[in-house]
Nanobody
Framework: QVQLVESGGGLVQPGGSLTLSCAAS????????MGWYRQAPGKERELVAT???????AYADSVKGRFTISGDTAKNTVYLQMNNLKPEDTAVYYC???????????????WGQGTQVTVSS
C-alpha cells in the first residue's frame, strides 16, 4: 500500500502565497508522476499541475504563471508553490501519485486526503 500525505494548506488573503507539500510512502519501487488537483464546492475535481519522473511539467491555464510544481520523484515528494492567489483558487487540493511496486511496468494511482486552501480577505 501507498500513502500520500499533503500539508501546507490554510487561509490566505488575495495576492498572498502558499506552498503545498506531498510526501508518498509505502511500497514504492518508482514514482512515475505526481500531481496536484483541486475541487471547489459544487464543482468537479480538476487538474492543477503535474510533474513526471523526467521533470516534465504541465499546468492548468488558470494557474500558469502563478503556480509552480516541483519535486523529486526519486524521493517521492512534490511541492506546489502558489503565488498571487485569487479567491477562485479556493478549494480542497489533492495530491496524486502514479507508482510502480516493482520493475514490472504496472502503474498504480493513489490520492492523498486533501488539504484546504481558502483565499479570502
Amino acid at each position: 500500500q501507498v500513502q500520500l500525505v499533503e500539508s501546507g494548506g490554510g487561509l490566505v488573503q488575495p495576492g498572498g502565497s502558499l506552498t503545498l507539500s506531498c510526501a508518498a510512502s509505502g511500497t514504492i519501487y518508482m514514482t512515475n508522476a505526481m500531481g496536484w488537483y483541486r475541487q471547489a464546492p459544487g464543482k468537479e475535481r480538476e487538474l492543477v499541475a503535474t510533474i513526471t519522473r523526467g521533470g516534465t511539467t504541465a499546468y492548468a491555464d488558470s494557474v500558469k504563471g502563478r503556480f509552480t510544481i516541483s519535486g523529486d520523484t526519486a524521493k517521492n515528494t512534490v511541492y506546489l508553490q502558489m503565488n498571487n492567489l485569487k479567491p477562485e483558487d479556493t478549494a480542497v487540493y489533492y495530491c496524486k501519485g502514479r507508482v510502480q511496486y516493482s520493475l514490472l511496468p504496472v502503474e498504480h494511482e493513489y490520492w492523498g486526503q486533501g488539504t484546504q486552501v481558502t483565499v479570502s480577505s
